[in-house]
């Protein structure tokens, strides 16, 4: 698999990566949220999670931007 054709589709990742891991290519780095790395979990092919937290705002969420001081 080279750089032009590295996508994968989310129904097919588990496959596709099963098959990388039986290779000797070395690591793989994955970006993506739980919808992406929960079924790569459940078949157990994830060495290392590593999960950032951060704060969610939204500007269309009032609630986010009112003043501290206020109630």
Known sequence: MGVDD?????AEAPKEIARLKQ?????????GSAT???????????????VLVGRL???TDPSCIRDRGQA
């Open 6 to 10: 590295a996508g994968v589709s989310r």
């Open 23 to 31: 290779g000797s290519g070395g690591d793989l780095l994955m970006f």
């Open 36 to 50: 992406t790395w929960n079924p790569l979990l459940a078949e157990g092919l994830v060495d290392e999670l590593i």
């Open 57 to 59: 705002s939204s500007v």
